[in-house]
Protein backbone atom coordinates (compact mmCIF):
# COMPACT_ATOMS: atom_id res chain seq x y z
CA UNK A 1 0.00 0.00 0.00
CA UNK A 2 2.80 2.49 1.17
CA UNK A 3 4.62 1.78 -2.33
CA UNK A 4 1.32 2.70 -4.22
CA UNK A 5 0.74 5.32 -2.46
CA UNK A 6 4.50 6.83 -3.53
CA UNK A 7 3.80 5.31 -6.81
CA UNK A 8 0.35 8.09 -7.20
CA UNK A 9 2.55 11.05 -5.87
CA UNK A 10 3.79 13.51 -8.56
CA UNK A 11 7.36 13.06 -10.23
CA UNK A 12 7.99 16.25 -8.51
CA UNK A 13 7.21 14.88 -5.03
CA UNK A 14 8.73 11.76 -5.15
CA UNK A 15 12.11 13.61 -6.36
CA UNK A 16 11.43 15.58 -3.01
CA UNK A 17 11.43 13.04 -1.39
CA UNK A 18 14.25 10.78 -2.48
CA UNK A 19 16.12 13.91 -1.83
CA UNK A 20 15.03 14.19 2.15
CA UNK A 21 15.86 10.09 2.37
CA UNK A 22 19.49 10.54 0.44
CA UNK A 23 20.23 13.89 2.97
CA UNK A 24 19.02 11.67 5.99
CA UNK A 25 21.74 9.39 5.30
CA UNK A 26 24.66 11.75 4.36
CA UNK A 27 23.71 12.92 8.24
CA UNK A 28 23.50 9.84 9.58
CA UNK A 29 27.47 9.00 8.04
CA UNK A 30 28.82 12.80 9.17
CA UNK A 31 27.42 11.79 12.79
CA UNK A 32 28.93 8.18 13.15
CA UNK A 33 30.96 8.14 10.48
CA UNK A 34 31.41 6.15 7.26
CA UNK A 35 30.47 2.59 6.67
CA UNK A 36 31.54 0.61 3.63
CA UNK A 37 31.08 -3.06 3.00
CA UNK A 38 33.58 -4.18 0.58
CA UNK A 39 35.22 -8.02 0.94
CA UNK A 40 38.75 -6.91 1.18
CA UNK A 41 41.72 -4.68 -0.10
CA UNK A 42 44.81 -4.92 -1.60
CA UNK A 43 48.57 -5.19 -0.52
CA UNK A 44 48.73 -2.12 2.11
CA UNK A 45 51.65 0.29 1.84
CA UNK A 46 55.09 -0.77 4.37
CA UNK A 47 54.07 -0.56 7.87
CA UNK A 48 56.07 2.77 9.06
CA UNK A 49 57.82 2.39 12.66
CA UNK A 50 55.87 4.12 15.03
CA UNK A 51 56.79 5.01 18.82
CA UNK A 52 58.01 2.13 20.81
CA UNK A 53 59.49 -0.25 18.15
CA UNK A 54 62.37 -1.99 18.98
CA UNK A 55 65.07 -1.71 15.53
CA UNK A 56 67.79 -3.61 14.44
CA UNK A 57 70.41 -1.47 12.81
CA UNK A 58 73.32 -3.38 11.19
CA UNK A 59 76.16 -2.29 8.88
CA UNK A 60 77.49 -5.26 7.03
CA UNK A 61 80.88 -2.93 6.49
CA UNK A 62 81.15 -1.94 9.61
CA UNK A 63 80.36 -4.21 12.41
CA UNK A 64 81.40 -1.68 15.10
CA UNK A 65 78.18 0.46 14.39
CA UNK A 66 75.88 -1.92 14.56
CA UNK A 67 73.26 -1.01 17.61
CA UNK A 68 69.55 -1.92 18.68
CA UNK A 69 67.54 0.90 19.80
CA UNK A 70 64.05 1.34 21.18
CA UNK A 71 62.20 4.23 19.07
CA UNK A 72 61.22 6.91 21.93
CA UNK A 73 58.41 8.97 22.37
CA UNK A 74 60.35 12.12 20.80
CA UNK A 75 60.52 9.30 18.01
CA UNK A 76 64.19 9.36 18.05
CA UNK A 77 66.81 6.47 18.05
CA UNK A 78 70.81 7.50 19.21
CA UNK A 79 73.04 6.12 16.86
CA UNK A 80 76.65 5.92 16.94
CA UNK A 81 78.64 9.12 15.42
CA UNK A 82 76.18 11.01 14.27
CA UNK A 83 74.16 11.03 17.59
CA UNK A 84 70.19 11.62 17.34
CA UNK A 85 68.22 10.53 14.49
CA UNK A 86 64.38 11.01 13.96
CA UNK A 87 63.18 7.12 12.85
CA UNK A 88 59.42 7.44 13.54
CA UNK A 89 57.06 7.68 10.73
CA UNK A 90 59.31 6.22 8.44
CA UNK A 91 59.22 2.71 6.36
CA UNK A 92 62.77 0.75 7.09
CA UNK A 93 63.78 1.47 3.65
CA UNK A 94 63.31 4.83 4.10
CA UNK A 95 65.29 4.93 7.42
CA UNK A 96 67.91 2.63 5.53
CA UNK A 97 68.49 5.48 2.69
CA UNK A 98 68.94 8.01 5.22
CA UNK A 99 71.47 6.25 7.43
CA UNK A 100 73.18 5.48 3.95
CA UNK A 101 74.04 8.83 3.35
CA UNK A 102 74.70 10.23 6.79
CA UNK A 103 77.47 7.02 7.05
CA UNK A 104 78.73 7.18 3.55
CA UNK A 105 81.99 8.53 4.33
CA UNK A 106 82.44 5.82 7.18
CA UNK A 107 81.19 2.36 5.12
CA UNK A 108 83.80 0.72 2.93
CA UNK A 109 80.65 -1.20 1.91
CA UNK A 110 77.71 1.26 1.06
CA UNK A 111 74.72 -1.21 2.79
CA UNK A 112 72.42 -0.33 6.00
CA UNK A 113 69.75 -2.63 7.26
CA UNK A 114 66.77 -1.70 9.06
CA UNK A 115 64.71 -4.25 10.61
CA UNK A 116 62.16 -4.63 13.06
CA UNK A 117 62.82 -6.86 16.28
CA UNK A 118 59.72 -6.00 17.86
CA UNK A 119 56.92 -4.21 16.97
CA UNK A 120 54.39 -1.76 18.96
CA UNK A 121 52.14 -2.56 16.20
CA UNK A 122 48.28 -3.41 17.68
CA UNK A 123 44.39 -4.17 17.32
CA UNK A 124 42.00 -5.32 19.45
CA UNK A 125 39.60 -8.00 18.58
CA UNK A 126 36.18 -7.96 20.32
CA UNK A 127 32.74 -10.03 20.13
CA UNK A 128 32.32 -13.91 19.23
CA UNK A 129 36.12 -15.06 19.20
CA UNK A 130 37.55 -17.00 21.93
CA UNK A 131 40.34 -14.72 23.02
CA UNK A 132 38.93 -11.13 22.78
CA UNK A 133 41.24 -8.44 23.82
CA UNK A 134 44.05 -6.68 21.95
CA UNK A 135 47.28 -8.24 20.24
CA UNK A 136 50.59 -7.30 19.48
CA UNK A 137 51.95 -9.23 16.23
CA UNK A 138 55.06 -8.19 14.78
CA UNK A 139 53.98 -7.78 11.23
CA UNK A 140 50.97 -6.07 9.17
CA UNK A 141 48.32 -8.96 9.70
CA UNK A 142 44.53 -9.03 8.02
CA UNK A 143 40.96 -9.38 9.58
CA UNK A 144 40.72 -13.27 9.37
CA UNK A 145 44.67 -13.58 10.47
CA UNK A 146 43.42 -10.94 13.91
CA UNK A 147 41.02 -13.02 14.36
CA UNK A 148 42.39 -16.20 14.12
CA UNK A 149 45.28 -14.62 16.93
CA UNK A 150 42.33 -14.32 19.24
CA UNK A 151 41.53 -17.57 19.10
CA UNK A 152 39.46 -17.98 16.33
CA UNK A 153 35.61 -17.71 16.38
CA UNK A 154 33.25 -19.53 17.82
CA UNK A 155 30.99 -21.12 15.36
CA UNK A 156 27.96 -21.64 17.14
CA UNK A 157 27.43 -17.62 18.00
CA UNK A 158 29.42 -15.97 15.46
CA UNK A 159 28.25 -14.24 12.51
CA UNK A 160 31.05 -13.88 9.71
CA UNK A 161 28.71 -12.44 7.64
CA UNK A 162 29.10 -8.54 8.79
CA UNK A 163 32.41 -8.65 10.47
CA UNK A 164 33.16 -4.82 11.69
CA UNK A 165 36.49 -2.85 11.51
CA UNK A 166 36.42 0.41 13.36
CA UNK A 167 39.28 2.89 12.03
CA UNK A 168 40.07 5.96 13.05
CA UNK A 169 41.10 8.06 9.49
CA UNK A 170 41.84 12.05 9.18
CA UNK A 171 40.22 12.30 13.12
CA UNK A 172 37.11 10.34 12.53
CA UNK A 173 35.84 6.90 13.43
CA UNK A 174 35.39 5.26 10.01
CA UNK A 175 33.76 1.37 9.59
CA UNK A 176 34.29 -1.50 7.32
CA UNK A 177 31.84 -4.38 6.90
CA UNK A 178 33.56 -7.40 6.09
CA UNK A 179 32.20 -10.83 4.65
CA UNK A 180 34.79 -13.17 5.92
CA UNK A 181 32.56 -16.27 5.44
CA UNK A 182 33.38 -15.83 1.33
CA UNK A 183 37.11 -16.17 2.59
CA UNK A 184 36.26 -19.38 4.37
CA UNK A 185 34.82 -20.96 1.82
CA UNK A 186 37.12 -20.46 -0.42
CA UNK A 187 36.08 -17.74 -3.06
CA UNK A 188 38.60 -14.80 -4.30
CA UNK A 189 38.92 -11.98 -2.41
CA UNK A 190 41.45 -9.51 -1.69
CA UNK A 191 42.90 -9.66 1.76
CA UNK A 192 41.76 -6.49 4.26
CA UNK A 193 45.09 -5.10 6.58
CA UNK A 194 44.49 -3.77 9.76
CA UNK A 195 46.29 -0.38 10.84
CA UNK A 196 47.74 0.38 14.18
CA UNK A 197 45.09 0.75 16.72
CA UNK A 198 42.04 -0.73 14.45
CA UNK A 199 39.34 -2.80 16.23
CA UNK A 200 37.62 -6.01 15.07
CA UNK A 201 34.12 -6.63 15.59
CA UNK A 202 32.80 -10.26 15.27
CA UNK A 203 29.13 -9.59 16.11
CA UNK A 204 26.86 -12.17 17.14
CA UNK A 205 24.59 -14.14 15.12
CA UNK A 206 20.73 -12.67 15.81
CA UNK A 207 18.39 -15.27 17.31
CA UNK A 208 14.53 -14.95 17.21
CA UNK A 209 14.25 -17.84 19.91
Known amino acids: MAEANFMQRS ?31 GEPPPLKLMEGDVINVTFPGAVELNTQQKIRRDGKISLPLIGEHVAISKTPVELEAE ?15 VTVVESSYQVSVSGAVLNPGPINPNQRITVLEAIMEAGGFDPNTAN ?9 VNGRYTH ?4 IRKVLSGKASEPFYLEHRDIVEVPLKVSWF
Do not use: D, H
Open 11 to 41: PKSRLLAFAFTLLLLQGFSLLWGKTESRSGL
Open 99 to 113: LMKLYEPQLVSKEVT
Open 160 to 168: LNKVKVTRI
Open 176 to 179: YVLN
